[in-house]
């Protein structure tokens, strides 16, 4: 069964298929809170670009983000496992230059849903990213944390950082140089 831009929504029989639309290069408009873990918190808003590529015939991808006004860079190494199908990402940054634990997770009806546990500030993080809003120029990525676990059997989350993806033209390709008149023509 196919979803928005070709994305199968076939639960645990996932496809290596499932990130073959972020393929290529974007702008990307980031919203993120100024403190991580407090709802109430100010949004800063930045731009930057991204450009991903195909790994193993699709069972995996790396992208690369440039984000000058920020003053780095980011990757995620997306790579599905595949008995599980299931999708492992993993970021890292020019800041750090270490690699982050993964979140874990897989697409149904066109969304991705990933989780994984992290620390922020020192504290332990339960993670989630969500992809959505998936076509042929557009995808929305967002991630929340959650502190302190279940309240009621339901996780508590706080989204943190939200990127709106556009993708960028594809430029014109040039044709070539233009051929000379043929010898004892004159051009007009």
Known sequence: MSGPAGIRDDGPAAVAGDFAFLHGEWDVAHRRRTDFLDAGSAWEEFSGTSRCWSLFDGGGNLDEMDVPGQGWKGLTLRLRDRETGLWSLYWSNSRS???????????????????????????????????SGISASTARWEQAFSVGGETGGEMSWVTNWVMEFTRRPVPARNPGPVPLPASGTTAG
């Open 97 to 131: 230059g270490r690699l982050f634990p993964p979140v874990t997770g897989r697409f149904a009806d066109g969304r991705g849903e990933f989780h994984g546990d992290d620390t922020h500030d020192g504290e332990e993080v339960r993670v989630r990213y969500v992809w």
